[in-house]
Each structure stands twice: as structure tokens, then as C-alpha cells.
């Protein structure tokens, strides 16, 4: 199976920590009295860096926040105070999607944004790509980061990297099409929509030369109706892969696929804790993804709460890799679960359930409180020529999976909204 590095991707565990210890030693120096964010956290915990010899004590330091983040910058207009260098030195600006909050800015180095493509560069590989491989990458241009770093992976991993931005649905398939693409880079959402919008316009996707499929931006490739989903229509591998603006792409599902996704543990160190405690949670239980990255001393984070459900694992997966696995890829983000009738309801569950039904073309959930009862009603929108009585089986696979019956109804052709980037299927609208 293909590594991006071989070397570090197969390292015996103890030695991983060794390589760990080393960069989290040389980036606390790097950072120390000269990144202003990170200087006054750690004087705060009364830490310094020669107090931090290995990954065992990083326990030591404090944790961080999107909310820190974003505050600091708000008070310290434009860029805020996590940043290591003079502001020449940067040579990208990118900004989170907003979807939680107020946008974060964040920028590169010259080195760092080498550094995004090295972990593209094994996000790529992971998914059987390398030289040769030509990368059709079907997003528009805007400072949301989305697949800007796939196009230095692709460079990385010296495969020719096919631009779809500044153009339809329809006309990103014919050029795949033209240009033999091998590989696609999109949301989930994103390739079942291109797969709808092949469907409608009779364009026959079996002239694809898509042998994998690359996804992030969302949940989606890891939730195994989706995943079918995804790879029945391209009759392609469907790979996830996870990561965010503020921390970098810090996961990504090999070609042995054993159901879950390899953290690059060369590049980042992991721990999964307690999210009311604080603390490890035991071997083999779900807890909140805590990460630090080794390799963006630019814009660093550490100890970083990322609000991700993950379980971990590892053991030695089946492609070689040592690189320890989140099991089942991202689970859920902790925020997003939703409590209905008693029950802990995850946005990812609903889809998994929905995403059954080969009749649904695209769907919405809406959690709202009716004469002081919560109800979950559930807009699914049909493919052309399907029978609305499917509407009963997706309300009975809903009600036998979380023991309560949502409201199931028919959406109008066209009514539910179509996503390019990040997808939001599911509201809250209840005080």
C-alpha cells in the first residue's frame, strides 16, 4: 500500500513519542516571549517550556478554546495575538466557515502552509493516490479553507491537480470527464449532489475514470449510508478525512479501510479526554478530541478542544500504519447532539438512517418544541418517479433506531437547499 512517508508512518509506538517529544519541545522554545497568545497561557499555568521534556507532561499545559481564539482576535483586530511571527512573514490568509460562530481568522507562514501540504500529502496517499493521479478539486475560491491545502498535497505527492472552481455542477462532470480525472475532492454532499445533478441531466457516469474519492468539510464519508451512497454512484473507493481551519488536516482513512480514520500522529499529538472532566477517558470509550499540532509554529494550537467525538484506537492497523485510529472516523461533535424525548439524539445517526433510503434525493430535520413536547420533523425530498410512501418506512427505521416517531413528509422537487460546501441539514428551534 502506498505511504506518503513510510518511515514515520510505521514507527513503533514508543518511538512515535520520541519523535513527538522532540517537536513539542522545539516549538514551545520557538514559541516562548515571541507568541504573545500562547507566552500568557502558559505564565498563567506557571509553565515554561524546559518544564515540558515529552508528550507525558503535556498534561501540564493548558487547554484552549475556539472561543479563546476567536475573543483574543475580536479584542485584537485583525489577526489577534496567536501569531509567532512579524506579519510579513505570512503569505496566506484563510477564515473558518462561521457556522458556529464568528468567523477565525487564521494565517501561514511560508513554512506552515508547506506544512498543510505534507498533511495532504498523506491524506492523499492514504486513499491509494500518488504520481500520475489526476486530482479534480470541485471547489469555489473564497477564504474558507475547505480543499485549498489538496492542491499542495497533490504538488506533494507530484499528481497533477485538475481546478473546478467558476463552474456548474454540469460542466464540472464533463470536465472530469475530458481531463480522465482519477480522483475527486468535495464534500459528501457535494459528490451525491453531482450525482443527482448526472442523473437529471442524463450524463452517463460511467465515461468516469474516478477511482477515489477524496471528502471533508463535514461529516459524511464516515457515516456508512452516505459512504455506500457515495461509492454506488462513482463506482469509486470513498475515503474521509478530518481536520478544520484553526488546527489543519490531522486524519485521513487508508486503503485497508478497517472503519475508522488514522490520526497523523508524525504531525500532531492526540489525546481523548473527558470533556466535563477533563481527564483521559479508558481505553476503547468516546471522549472529546483534544490536539495539539507540531508542525504550524506560526499559528499553532495547543492542547486544542476541538469539540470532535472520537473513540481511539492503537493498534497496528492491516495497511502497516502505526498511526493510532479514530474508530468509525469522527463520531459526532459534542455540541451538536440534541436531547429529544430523553433521548441523546446525533445529527450523524439521523443521516445514517435516511441516507438508507435510495428514493431521498436530499433531506432536512427541524427539532422543535409543539405544546410543550419536542418533535422532530423530518423533510425529505424525492427523487423523480419515487413512491411518497416510502415517507412510512423512513419514519419507522427512524422511530425502531431512537425509540421515539418523528414527523416524516415529502419536500417539494427543488425545496431543500443544495450545498457545495459545508452542508446544514439539522435545526434547533426551541428557547
Not at 141 to 154: D, H, K, L, M, R
Not at 250 to 257: I, W
Not at 322 to 345: L, Q
Request: glycine letters at 10%; charged letters at 25%.
Amino acid at each position: 500500500m502506498p505511504y506518503f512517508d513510510a518511515a514515520t508512518e510505521t514507527l513503533p509506538r514508543d518511538q512515535l513519542a520520541s519523535l513527538q517529544s522532540q517537536k513539542l519541545r522545539a516549538m514551545l522554545e520557538a514559541l516562548w516571549e515571541r507568541n504573545a497568545f500562547y507566552t500568557a497561557k502558559m505564565k498563567a499555568a506557571g509553565v515554561r517550556p524546559d518544564d515540558i521534556r515529552s508528550v507525558a507532561d503535556i498534561s501540564r499545559l493548558p487547554v484552549t478554546t475556539k472561543y479563546e481564539l476567536v475573543t483574543d482576535q475580536l479584542a485584537n483586530l485583525p489577526y489577534g495575538t496567536n501569531l509567532t511571527y512579524p506579519a510579513s512573514r505570512y503569505i496566506r490568509f484563510h477564515q473558518t466557515s462561521g457556522t458556529t460562530g464568528s468567523p477565525l481568522r487564521v494565517l501561514d507562514t511560508d513554512e506552515s502552509w508547506d506544512w498543510w501540504g505534507r498533511c495532504w500529502g498523506y491524506v492523499l496517499s492514504g486513499a491509494g493516490l500518488s504520481a500520475g493521479d489526476r486530482i479534480f478539486t470541485a471547489f469555489s475560491f473564497g477564504p474558507f479553507i475547505g480543499f485549498w491545502a489538496s492542491v499542495e498535497g497533490a504538488r506533494q505527492i507530484g499528481a497533477m491537480m485538475i481546478p473546478g472552481g467558476g463552474r456548474d455542477s454540469i460542466q464540472r462532470l464533463e470536465l472530469m470527464r475530458d481531463t480522465g480525472s482519477t480522483a475527486l475532492c468535495c464534500t459528501p454532499t457535494y459528490a451525491l449532489r453531482l450525482a443527482e445533478v448526472a442523473r437529471e441531466s442524463n450524463f452517463d457516469m460511467s465515461v468516469l475514470t474516478v477511482k477515489s474519492t477524496v471528502h471533508a468539510g463535514e461529516p459524511g464519508a464516515n457515516v456508512p449510508s452516505t459512504k455506500r451512497r457515495i461509492q454506488e454512484a462513482w463506482s469509486a473507493k470513498c475515503y474521509d478525512h478530518a481536520g478544520a481551519s484553526e488546527v489543519g488536516a490531522h486524519s485521513f482513512e487508508c486503503e485497508a479501510q478497517p472503519g475508522g480514520t488514522h490520526a497523523i500522529e508524525s504531525e500532531y499529538i492526540v489525546e481523548v479526554l473527558d470533556p466535563k472532566t477533563g481527564q483521559p477517558v479508558p481505553a476503547g470509550e468516546r471522549g472529546e478530541l483534544v490536539i495539539t499540532n507540531l508542525g504550524r509554529w506560526g499559528y499553532p494550537v495547543i492542547r486544542y478542544r476541538t469539540g470532535d467525538v472520537v473513540q481511539l484506537n492503537t493498534e497496528k492497523c492491516a495497511c502497516g500504519r502505526t498511526f493510532a485510529r479514530f474508530e468509525g472516523g469522527i463520531v459526532g461533535r459534542a455540541d451538536d447532539m440534541v436531547t429529544v424525548r430523553g433521548v441523546n439524539v446525533f445529527p450523524a445517526a439521523v443521516e445514517n438512517i435516511v441516507r438508507r433510503f435510495q428514493e431521498v434525493d436530499e433531506f432536512r430535520v427541524t427539532v422543535r418544541t409543539v405544546k410543550h413536547m419536542d418533535e422532530m420533523d423530518v423533510e425529505v425530498e424525492l427523487a423523480d418517479g419515487a413512491d411518497s410512501g416510502v415517507v412510512g418506512q423512513i419514519a419507522q427505521a427512524l422511530d425502531s433506531a431512537l425509540s421515539f416517531r418523528p414527523i416524516v413528509r415529502v419536500a417539494a422537487r427543488g425545496g431543500l437547499p443544495r450545498f457545495e460546501m459545508k452542508a446544514k441539514r439539522f435545526f434547533v428551534e426551541r428557547s
